[in-house]
C-alpha cells in the first residue's frame, strides 16, 4: 500500500518494456535518456542513488560538462509527470531529493520490481511447497520481457539492469526445483522456461530445467530436441561440450529415469544450507568494549533504516582488527537472520594475489544457489545479481583484509535491511564520502587492556607472580595486540622460562623485531612487511629515511628535508603512508608512528638505503631544524641581538613560527625531537658543529618554560662538543649559556666561574659588543647573591656598552638592571623613573617580556616605598604579561611576591590563592624556590594539587 496522501493509482514496470501509468493513463515518459534515468531509479527499488552514480549510469566515463545539470532537468520532468499537480518547489512524494542524490519511493503497489521481490521473499519463507509455488508464479507472471526491454543503454546501466534479469532466471529455476522436489507438476513454469532459455541461450542450468519440465509432461522429443539445439551452440559458438548437469539431463531423458535434478533444493524453495560463513571467534579476545559498543549500536534495527549499514574498522597491521570484527559480527549475527558472508579479500597479501571482486561474488553467489554455469560473468552482472538475491533479506557480509574501496563496492548489498564490516590498512575515505560508512580506526591497546590479554593467554596466576616483568612487556610490545599474541605464545611454549627471562630477551632486542618472530603468518616484520609491499618507490624511501627522526612525531616540512622534495610531494607521500597506517596524522601537520613500526623502518633503511644517502638525510634534517629554532629564537627574542643565521641548504624546507606564540608551541612540540637530536648528532663529526648552535636557539624556550635541568644537561653537553672540535666563539657563548642555566637552578658560583671565562674568551676573539651581554648577567647574578654594589657596577657598564653600539633592547636592559639594584639597596624614589623609561623602550620595539620585567622590577619599588595598592596592581600586571607569553619562570616569581604583598596589605585569602598558583608552576617544573612557597603556606610537607583549568 501507498503512504497515505501519496498520489494514487501510480504504477512503473521495469520488468519488460519500461512503462508507467498515472491514474489508469499510459505516460509517455520522454527522451530516451529521460526513460534510461527512470529505469536505473528503478533498478535501485527505492534506495538513493547518487548524482555521480546516475551520470556513470546514463554516460558511462564520457559525461557531458552539464550532466548534472541535465540530470536535475530529467528529474524535473519526470517528477511533473507523475505529479502534475505538484507545487513549485515542493518536494514531491514519488521521486525525493536524498544528501548526494535522488530516489524513487515506490513498494509492491507501485513497482513491479518491488512487488516480484516480495512475492520471492514470501516464497522461501512459505510453510509448504503450494504455498511457494502460488508465490513463485505470481512473481514470474510479472515479467513481460528483458528489463527496460528495447531501450538502448550504455555498458554499466546495462549491467545494473542484467543483474535484475538473471534474478529472474534464478527464480524461474527455484520454483522448478521446488516444484521437482515437492512432486509437483511443472506445466505451469513451462511458459518462464521458455522465456528464460530465450533471454540466455547459453545457460544451462535453465536448460537443464526446461527439458526435465518437457520431460514430465511427456514431451521427451522436445526435451532432448533443447538439448540438441544448446549443445550445437555451445559447440559452434564457443567450442565446448555440454557440462556435466545437462549431459546428466540428457541421458536422464533417454533412459527415461529423469527422477530428479542435480542439486535439488529444500522443498521451501529456501538456499540448500543458510549462510553461515563467519570464522570460528578467537577464544583469547579481551578488551576493547567501548570500541564493540559503538560499533554494536550502528547495527541495531538495521532492517529499518533506510540504507544499508557499513561499518569500516582499519588501523595499523597487527592492532587486532579482523579479530574485533569477527568478535563484532559473532556478536550481532543473530539480528541478520537469513544468515553471514565472509570472505578474506587479501589486499595486502604477500604474493599480492588480492581477490578480485568478481571472484568473490562467485563465491557469495555460489553459497546464495546460484550454479556456475547460471552465474553472469562480468563484475557489473555478478555485483547485480547479488543484490538482487539480497533484496529483502537480513544478511551480514563480512569483508575482511580489503586494499581499497573499489574491491568493497561491488560487494555492498543493494536494499537496507543488511550490513556490512569491512576491515583494511588503509583509510578507505571513499566509503565515507559514497556509501555513508562509520569508520572506526582502531589504535593499539591500552595498558589494562593489554594486561587482560595475557591474562587470557597466560592465566592470572603467572601474570600476577611477575607485574615487573608484566608492565615491561606490555611497554617494550607497545600495547600492540599482535605484539602481544607473540610473547605470549613464547611463553606458553617455553612454560620454564619466567616472564622475566622473556623480558630481559625483550630488552636485549629493543629496536628491532627480531623478539617478535612468530610463524610464517603471525612474525610482526611479516605482517609489516604486506603493507609496505603495495608502496609506490617514493613513499617506501621516505618510510625508511623516516627511521632517522627519533622524535616521538614530525612536522610535514622535517618529513620533506629527509626525503629532499618539495613540501607538496611530502604531503602525497605522507599521505599514503597514513592510509596504510603506518603513520597516523594526530594534528594537523604532525605525524605520529608506532614504535615497532619505527623498528621495522630502520632495518629496511639499513638493509636498502646506501650509507651515504643515509648521511645525507641526517644532514638535511639537522638543516631543518638549524633553520627552524632559528626563526623560532628570533620570534621569541624580535630584538635580541641575533645568533648567526643559517642558511637553507637545497631539498631541506623549514617550519615557520609566525610570532611569539607559534614560536612557544613549535619549540613545546618539536623539543623531545631536538633533544634526541642533538644527541645523536653529537658523535657525528660531520655534524656535531651543529649542537652549539641548536642549544642557542633552544635557549629563550627553557627560560620561558622554566625547564632549566634541560637546559643545563643540554648545555654542558653542548660545551664538551665546542671543546672537543676547538671552536672558540661557540665555547664562549655555550659558557654564558651555561651561567644562565646554572643561574636559575641556584648554582650561582659555577655561574660566575663561566661567565668568567665566556668574558675572557670574547676579549681573545675580540668581540666587543658581545661583552654588554655578559656584564648585564653578571648583575643579574650578584644581585642574586645580594652583592648589589657589584651588581649595580656591572649593569652601569652594561648600559654604557648598549648605547655606544645602538642597541636599544640592551639600553632597556640596562635601565631595568640598575633600577632593580637601585632599588634592592633602598634607592626606590631614583628607581623608578629608570624603570619607567626602560618600560618606555621596551613598548618602543614591542618586546612584551621586557615590560612585564619592568613591572615585576616596578612592583618591587613600590613595595620597598610602602605602595601596597601599586605593587599589587604592578605584580599582576606582570604576572599577566608572563603568563601570556608563557614565561613560568618569570610568572611563578611574580606571584610569589604578589602572595606576599597582599599578606602585608591584610588579604591573607588572596595571598594564599596566588602562592599556590606559584606553587603549581614550581612543582611541576622542580624549582627549588617551591620549599620557600611550603614555608609560607605552612605545610613544608604539601604538594599542591592542580587548580581548575590549570
Known sequence: MSEPGAPVGVRFELLGPLRAWRGGHELAIGSPAQNLLLAVLLARAGQPTGVDELVGQLWDDQPPASAVNVIQRYVGALRRLVEPDLPARSPGHWLVRHPGGYGLQVDAASSDLVEFRARVQRARRAENADDALAEFNAALALWRGPCAAGLMMPGRARALLAGID?????????????????????????????????????????????????DSVGRRAAALEVYREIRKRLVDELGVEPGAELTRMQHDVLTQQAEEVPAV?????????????????????????????????????????????????????????????????????????????????????????????????????????????????????????????????????????????????????????????????????????????????????????????????????????????????????????????????????????????????????????????????????????????????????????????????????????????????????????????????????????????????????????????????????????????????????????????????????????????????????ELPALTLLIRQIAGVPRLAGNVCKLVLSLQPYYQRSALYHDWVTQAELALRVAVGTGDLAAQANVHRSLAGAYHFVERYDEALEHLNRTAELFEQLGLAADQAYVHSNFGTVFAKLGRFNAALEHHERAFELYRASGNVKGEAIGLEGIGRCLSEMGGNAEAVPLILRAMKLYEDIGDRNGEGNCWSTLATAYGSLGHLDQAIDAWRRAVTYYRELGNRSDESDSLVALGDALNAAGDPEGAEKAWREALHVLDAFGMPAADDVRLRLGDPDSRVVSPPGA
Open 166 to 214: 538473471q534474478e529472474g532466471l534464478a527464480t524461474v529455476v527455484e520454483a522448478a526445483d521446488v516444484a521437482h522436489a515437492a512432486g509437483r507438476p511443472l506445466q505451469p513454469l513451462l511458459l518462464h522456461l521458455e522465456r528464460a532459455v530465450k533471454a540466455d541461450p547459453f545457460n544451462e542450468t535453465v536448460h537443464a530445467r526446461l527439458m526435465l519440465a518437457l
Open 265 to 669: 533444493r529444500a522443498p521451501q524453495a529456501r538456499p540448500v544450507v543458510r549462510p553461515a560463513q563467519l570464522p570460528p571467534d578467537l577464544p583469547t579476545f579481551t578488551g576493547r568494549r567501548d570500541q564493540l559498543t559503538r560499533l554494536a549500536g550502528l547495527f541495531d534495527c538495521a532492517a529499518e533504516r533506510r540504507r544499508v549499514t557499513v561499518a569500516v574498522i582499519d588501523g595499523l597491521a597487527g592492532t587486532g582488527k579482523t579479530s574485533l570484527a569477527i568478535h563484532l559480527a559473532h556478536q550481532v549475527a543473530e539480528r541478520f537472520p537469513d544468515g553471514q558472508l565472509y570472505v578474506n579479500m587479501r589486499g595486502f597479501d604477500p604474493t599480492g594475489a588480492t581477490v578480485d571482486p568478481a571472484d568473490a561474488l562467485r563465491g557469495f553467489l555460489d553459497v546464495l544457489g546460484i550454479e556456475a554455469t547460471q552465474a553472469p560473468s562480468g563484475l557489473d552482472a555478478r555485483s547485480g545479481l547479488y543484490r538482487s538475491l539480497l533484496a529483502g533479506r537480513q544478511m551480514l557480509v563480512v569483508l575482511d583484509n580489503v586494499r581499497d574501496s573499489e574491491q568493497v563496492r561491488p560487494l555492498l548489498p543493494g536494499s537496507a535491511g543488511s550490513a556490512v564490516i569491512v576491515t583494511s590498512r588503509n583509510r578507505l575515505s571513499a566509503l565515507v564520502a559514497t556509501e555513508d560508512a562509520d569508520v572506526l580506526t582502531l589504535d593499539t591497546l591500552s595498558s589494562s587492556e593489554a594486561r587482560e590479554t595475557l591474562v587470557r593467554r597466560l592465566g592470572e596466576e603467572k601474570v600476577a607472580a611477575e607485574p615487573e616483568a608484566v608492565e615491561e612487556i606490555i611497554e617494550l610490545c607497545g600495547r600492540l595486540p599482535l605484539a602481544l599474541a607473540i610473547v605470549a605464545a613464547r611463553a606458553r611454549t617455553h612454560p620454564q622460562f619466567s616472564l622475566a627471562d622473556i623480558t630481559a630477551k625483550l630488552r636485549a632486542t629493543q629496536g628491532t623485531l627480531e623478539a617478535f618472530r612468530g610463524d610464517s603468518a603471525g612474525d610482526v616484520r611479516t605482517v609489516f612487511s604486506w603493507s609496505y609491499r603495495v608502496l609506490e618507490p617514493g613513499a617506501a624511501r621516505l618510510f625508511r629515511l623516516l627511521s632517522l627522526h627519533r622524535g616521538a612525531d614530525f612536522s610535514t616540512a622535517a618529513a620533506a628535508s629527509l626525503a629532499g622534495v618539495p613540501l607538496p610531494q611530502a604531503q602525497d607521500l605522507l599521505e599514503e603512508l597514513t592510509r596504510i597506517r603506518y603513520l597516523s596524522e594526530h594534528r594537523p601537520g604532525r605525524y605520529l608512528a608506532h614504535d615497532l613500526v619505527r623498528s621495522y623502518a630502520m632495518e629496511l633503511r639499513e638493509q636498502t638505503d646506501p650509507a651515504d644517502e643515509q648521511a645525507d638525510a641526517l644532514a638535511r634534517l639537522v638543516n631543518h631544524y638549524l633553520c627552524s629554532t632559528h626563526g623560532a629564537y628570533l620570534a621569541l627574542n624580535p630584538h635580541q641581538l641575533p645568533i648567526d643565521p643559517p642558511v637553507l641548504e637545497p631539498g631541506v624546507t623549514a617550519d615557520l613560527a609566525r610570532g611569539y606564540g607559534e614560536a612557544m608551541e613549535w619549540f613545546e612540540a
